[in-house]
């Protein structure tokens, strides 16, 4: 079975004229994403491994050097280009931390018993990480299904049970 690609960010343009690329990270610290010596690119369907040579943060945005990529119009070639690593390469969590991608796909319930639903994405604030949680088709049809913003912070979030992929909130159901 092949090891599954974590996506990391993606190039958005070329920087400078020696090859450069400008970098949308999704990693957090975003100049994380630069703690790999190697990505993966996907163009054209396909991953290809590529080196990473240099990074650095250019004002407010990441710029990388890449093994290859030696002028301008090669590195306008990959504006667009997914970045991703092998999930092997990810670094190993403390027990009270977890990836985003863990936590998608997680049914949520509160501390009534009441089901909220799975979660299907996290969204960043700046103060603090949001789960957004949407009812089940067994708990709403059409557009009657509800989307709920529960904020993932420790005093709503009782305990992420990730063997049994649910997450107990202190959440009022009516909210």
């Known amino acids: 079975m092949a090891e599954e690609i974590v996506k990391l960010g993606k190039i958005t343009?070329?920087?400078?004229?020696?090859?450069?690329?400008k970098i949308f990270s999704y990693s957090e610290p975003r100049l994380?994403?630069?703690n790999y010596s190697s990505w993966l690119l996907k163009q054209d369907g396909q991953w290809r491994t590529v080196k990473v040579l240099n990074g650095r943060q250019q004002g407010k945005t990441i710029a990388a050097q890449l093994e290859?990529?030696?002028?301008?119009?090669?590195?306008?070639g990959l504006s667009g280009v997914t970045i991703g690593v092998y999930e092997s390469q990810l670094p190993e969590l403390q027990d009270d931390e977890f990836y985003w991608r863990?936590?998608?796909?997680?049914?949520?319930i509160n501390q009534e018993g009441v089901q909220f639903g799975?979660?299907?994405?996290?969204i960043e604030t700046g103060s603090n990480d949001v789960l957004v949680i949407k009812e089940?088709?067994?708990q709403a049809t059409g557009k009657d299904r509800k989307e709920r913003m529960v904020p993932f912070i420790p005093d709503?979030?009782?305990h992420v049970n990730a063997k049994e992929r649910q997450i107990a909130v202190e959440w009022d159901a009516d909210f």
Not at 69 to 74: F, I, Y
């Open 68 to 76: 290859g990529v030696s002028d301008r119009n090669l590195a306008e």
């Open 32 to 34: 994380n994403i630069l």
């Open 136 to 138: 089940t088709s067994e």
């Open 118 to 122: 799975t979660v299907t994405h996290l």
């Open 156 to 158: 709503v979030i009782v």
């Open 13 to 21: 343009s070329a920087f400078g004229v020696k090859g450069w690329v």
């Open 102 to 108: 863990d936590l998608e796909g997680m049914s949520v």
